[in-house]
């Protein structure tokens, strides 16, 4: 390799960092919007380190035409490591008071009428480019992908010149990355770490697409943005030969029904090939290939408690915190085959879920995760004023009652939600994306009810998980508990509403040889430090035991500490330089395999439907503005839009009485004394959701109609649910 820095230094490398090439990270980056026209710019670039005074150069007199001219103290990093790695060959810290400029050169072609876009999967924190001298942009923010449209600017040989600044606080959404390394704070990371790229485009082009499910019945959903007006899109599916296409104005969703769909899960990661065309009054303009997986993620009440549901069925989530940092590269893995290591071995492991430490990884990651089949919580990267104020402001307080949020300036709020919402745009069609969690511990917690609402109207196919471990107001769909060494939760009647489940648990440490070990100097750090492999096997196996324990009682998911050892950490399953497995695959898998077999047995133990939102007619009703007609519409837009109105049990009475009600339950009411004893007893449960917590008190959900029960209580029902059950008594006219 070209830069020798790597291999004269002493470090601690992974097996891919030790054969790395002068050509990293060389697969085509998007995935889920492939064109066959790019460049990958990849590769040694020259760099520079600009001081608030710098020789006899002020920063303020430094511009892009300065880099144009090779100096002395310049020096070679091989993009796309940041400054800080090693394998990035510059192995220094950028201060916060600091410039990094970069430069490299490229030849282009003649584009003709074609654009030609520059794109950075990510570059930590404040980026401006200039491409021939010419500003091309600016973007802010560490961990999401953007470009800019350089057609303008771009000569047949061109000078491409980056500027980042990188303060690591004040805000900044930063996650683990710290100014004073120690215990579960890391390295910091500055300038690119993600793939640079070119791309080829014509004048009217697919900028993005929206891939989306449902299942009731099988339905594919697809929005494109476009550039160009006017403009029609055509879908093909590949279906095991047969293609079945839809084609539609890009103004407005396409909505392609898929009978027979085979099920994306994590036992069957099934995924469609999706060809698309942009078309210019019947002529095709632009193509792209992308792929979707079929599958919803839902919740479900058993018998008392809240479960996650994959495609309707319940779903327990086990997975290890994943912090996703590399000893040679950092943030970044040294290789696309590196990254897809860890998800392989956790998926032999036994795990089905992994959820993603305060750090958003390149889209090829989530790409492995769908086609391996392991299904991931996404956390948003975490940010506070000062280094210092993680577990102050505001007050970590867990659970308890009355939590409390952190005050945030105006333009640092506007900026955590430019990132989220950049997060989920650019991950949104990842069919393992299940939960999305914006906060974690009570790390820069803010406008916590404000950011569930905006993230559950924005994406309502996932779950919310808002404040993992964090102070606990009652938004989203789950309440989360971390407690080490071993998984507990605070059972208590406020979260009766939610999913439960154990957001952190484990941390057991073992401290390996020195060869594996990010320092030696200073002592290594775990939740609880044990002495050899067996010691550990044990632990793991008895934490796994208590978690099992813990799903009887209610608990839906549990997030095992962690992957990997990272830099002073040691309670990875792995160790920091993926060398040593610390517990086999095999014996996790067993171990995971017992935990399995009581998810069957709950799952065959539960009669409850699936979660269903309250129907459309008692909302109507609660809010005045519906009068008590049935309005009629046609049967197609009446399964696609309200299939969910009334139970499985009530289906074939629906066909029969109800095909074309706009409300199956209003029309099932009015037909109760000529329905089955099932769908009468389920249309009981038909009660909107400000009754669940009632319900967990007084009813029994299996045995006894649910409206009857709230009457017999009506006393002592919240004005929410009181309300609601009144308005559902008159739609089911369930009393004589």
Known sequence: MGNSKIRE????????????????WSEYPRPQLRRDSWRNLNGLWRCRIIGKESGDQRQSEHGPQDMLAVRDTDQQILVPFCLESTLGGVGQRLDPN???WYHRTFNMEKLGSSKLLLHFEAVDYRTTVWLNGILVGKHLGGFSPFEFDITEAVRDSNDLVVLVTDATGNFQLRGKQSKSPHGIWYSRVSGIWQTVWLETVPPQYIKSLRIDSTLDPPCMHFKAAVEGENL????????EGDPVEVTGSCDAALHLPFPGAKLWSPQQ????????????EGVVVDRVQSYTGIRTIGKRQDQKHWRITLNNEICFHLGPLDQGWWPDGLLTAPSDEAMRSDIEFLKQAG????RKHVKVEPRRYYYHCDVLGILVWQDQVSGTEKEGDCFKVPPWSRLEPNGQEAEWPEWARTQFLAELQEMVEALYSSPAIAVWVPFNEAW????????????QSYDCSRLINIASGGNFFAVGDIVDHHNYPEPTFPIDARFQPFIKVVGEFGGHGLVLGEEHLWQ????????????DIEELEVKYESSMQSLCDWMCRGIAAGVYTQTTDVECEVNGLLSYDRKVQKLAPAFLSKVHSRLWDKCAQLAARSGAQPFREPDPLILDMLSGTQSFGIDMVTPALHKIQHASAAPNSCQKDATKHCSTARSQVHCLGQHRDDISDDCRRDLGKSVPFVCSAAIDKHCDVLHVGILDCLQKYESELSGDCKDA?????????CRD
Do not use: C
């Not at 029609?232 to 279906?239: A, C, G, N, T």
């Not at 803010?446 to 950011?451: A, R, V, W, Y």
């Not at 030696?520 to 002495?531: E, I, Q």
């Open 725 to 733: 059950f009144l308005a559902t008594s008159k739609v089911v006219s």
């Open 98 to 100: 600091e410039e990094l």
């Open 444 to 455: 820069g917690q803010h406008d916590t009810e404000e950011i569930a609402k905006w993230l």
């Open 232 to 239: 029609e899109l055509r879908v093909v599916v590949e279906k």
């Open 520 to 531: 030696t100097a200073r002592k290594n750090w775990g939740y609880n430090v044990l002495k």
């Open 9 to 24: 230094k002493s470090a601690l490398l992974t097996p891919w960092g030790s054969r790395l090439t002068e050509t990293p």
């Open 351 to 354: 795990f089905n879920m992994i």
């Open 269 to 280: 990661p099934y995924l469609y090939t999706l060809n698309l065309e942009l078309l210019s």
